[in-house]
């Protein structure tokens, strides 16, 4: 599942914005990713501006 | 929250410049509003360069309150440095403090009847025979509010909307990442005039802008790019680009990030009970990224049909659908006219910037399109392949 840098993220929610399983929320300043209904497609860890989300390779 | 222990005719989600509108105008036409937030301050985070057209339209006066800055044109930089100085007559905008622009719309909306729940999320909506029972979290509690029409104004996240079922989250490509810093020192052409910085290398996808805000300025870059990342262009812009020099004594006072989803509105903005209003729906302007002006007007249309279809006693889809052909008759041909734009110019080399910099001259009143496009292949034919489409 992807991975969140806690330490890197700016919440600003471009991730939840393409995230189309609805599995990212963004709970005030916590980006929360729902294992269940993650699918690895990686399309958050493209539009991130910070670089703080890690896809699974 | 006592909010979230009632009931309502409209229940709005997101306290940005579209939700607030939208329960301004469903609150002051005396339907039973709640607009919800999730953040505990509205308005933070911010996530914007701040300038905006005009507001009196909306009979919102200009006050030093929350204007910082008055803006009376832009200069276009092509990679080579040529400049190009747009203006539009004697039209003014205005760079803001969005976090305190955005409070007071909230506040305009409270003062005009509409309740307001912060520190609030809506995690989900639930049909329930007419109505939509909305799920919302406070303080780790879950709240169940029933409502007959939810205005989803949410933003760039765009949940609600897929919540009922409505299609609106984008490509990553279709988000213009951002990423900027609010500084103070920066040394500008003009402090009423905002600069643009286009170049496959200052900003892929996008563009790099500096815009004068008073004592500060935002200055920051959007880009299009599944490889590069926006701080890193940003921090490349700030040490190693046109701009650098007039930024060597500048310093952040604010860091700023998001995603403006640029490549125009969603397939359908309304549905029985639900309407979608701002960033959510995509009324933003692809090419500039421009959309607290859009997302005001368009927020105002959705409130104004939300509380016609209450007072009428039918929200069904064949009601609500009024909304979105307001809006399109209003705004659908500028934001189909700025994604054509858009598309062209990130077709364009680097040389061809240059080129199309050269043909638009020094100056520009007004953007008269033909005029423009005719300027440009009279100037430069070997830019006819791509503005072919726009005569
Ligand atoms: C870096 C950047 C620079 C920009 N610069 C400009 C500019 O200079 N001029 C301009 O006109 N536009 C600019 N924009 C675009 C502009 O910021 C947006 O178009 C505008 O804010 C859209 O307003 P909105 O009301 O639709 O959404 P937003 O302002 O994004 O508001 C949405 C609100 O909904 C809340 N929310 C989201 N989900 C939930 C939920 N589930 N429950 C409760 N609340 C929720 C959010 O916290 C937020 O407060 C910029 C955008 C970016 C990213
Ligand atoms: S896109 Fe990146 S910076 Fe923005 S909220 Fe998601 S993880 Fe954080
Ligand atoms: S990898 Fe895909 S499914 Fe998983 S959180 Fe990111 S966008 Fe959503």
């Known amino acids: 599942m992807v991975k969140v840098n806690y330490k890197r993220c700016g919440y600003c ?6 995230c189309e399983n609805l599995a990212i929320n963004l709970i005030e300043h916590i980006v929360v990713i729902d294992e269940k209904k993650c699918s690895d497609c990686n399309l958050c860890v ?3 501006p910070l670089n703080a989300l890690e896809g699974e390779k | 929250m006592r909010e979230l222990m009632d009931s309502y005719d409209v229940v709005v989600v997101g306290a940005g410049p579209g939700g607030s509108m939208a329960s301004y105008a469903s609150a002051k036409n005396g339907v039973k509003t709640l607009l919800i937030e999730k953040s505990q301050e509205i308005g933070e985070p911010v996530r914007c360069a701040e300038a905006i057209p005009s507001i009196e339209e909306f009979g ?12 009376k044109g832009g200069i276009l930089f092509s990679p080579s440095g040529k400049k190009v100085v747009v203006t539009q007559g004697k039209a003014q905008g205005f760079v803001v403090e969005r976090k305190i622009f955005d409070k007071y719309l909230a506040v305009r909306a409270g003062r005009a009847g509409a309740k307001i729940a912060v520190k609030s999320t809506v995690v989900g909506l639930e049909r ?8 919302v979290e406070f303080l780790g509690e879950e709240y169940v509010v029933k409502t007959k029409i939810v205005i989803a104004a949410d933003g760039v996240e765009s949940n ?5 079922g409505l299609k609106a989250k984008k490509k990553p490509l279709d988000i213009c990442s951002c990423a900027e810093y609010e500084m103070t020192n920066v040394e500008l052409f003009d402090k009423n005039m905002m600069e643009f910085y286009f170049g496959n290398d200052v900003a892929k996808g996008g563009y790099a802008w500096i815009f004068p805000k008073g004592e500060t300025a935002n200055v920051g870059l959007g880009v299009r790019d599944k490889k590069k990342k926006a701080i890193d262009y940003l921090e490349e812009f700030i040490e190693n680009s046109l701009a650098s020099d007039k930024l060597k004594n500048a310093t ?10 640029v490549s125009g509105p969603i397939e359908k903005t309304y549905a029985d009970g639900i309407l979608v209003v701002g960033d959510a729906a995509g009324q933003i302007s692809p090419l500039t990224g421009g959309g607290i002006y859009l997302a005001m007007d368009c927020g105002l249309m959705a409130g104004e049909v939300a509380s016609k279809s209450i007072k009428s006693n039918n929200w069904s889809e064949d009601v609500l659908k009024e909304y979105e052909k307001l809006w399109k008759e209003k705004h659908y041909e500028y934001l189909l006219n700025h994604l054509k734009y858009r598309k062209i110019l990130e077709k364009l080399s680097d040389d061809e910037l240059d080129a199309l910099a050269e043909a638009l001259g020094d100056n520009l009143d007004g953007i008269d399109l033909k005029k423009f496009v005719k300027r440009i292949i ?9 503005f072919k489409d726009l005569i």
Request: aromatic share 12%; proline share 9%; with cysteine.
């Open chain 2, 252 to 261: 952040p006072v604010e860091f700023k990030v998001g995603g403006a989803p």
């Open chain 2, 160 to 164: 609600v909307a897929e919540y009922a």
């Open chain 2, 60 to 71: 919102i006066k200009p006050s030093p309150e929350f204007v910082r800055n008055i803006i």
């Open chain 2, 128 to 135: 329930d025979g007419d109505y939509w029972n909305v799920i």
């Open chain 1, 46 to 48: 493209i539009v991130c």
């Open chain 1, 13 to 18: 929610g471009a991730c939840v914005g393409v």
């Open chain 2, 378 to 386: 009279t100037k430069k034919p070997s830019l006819l392949k791509y």
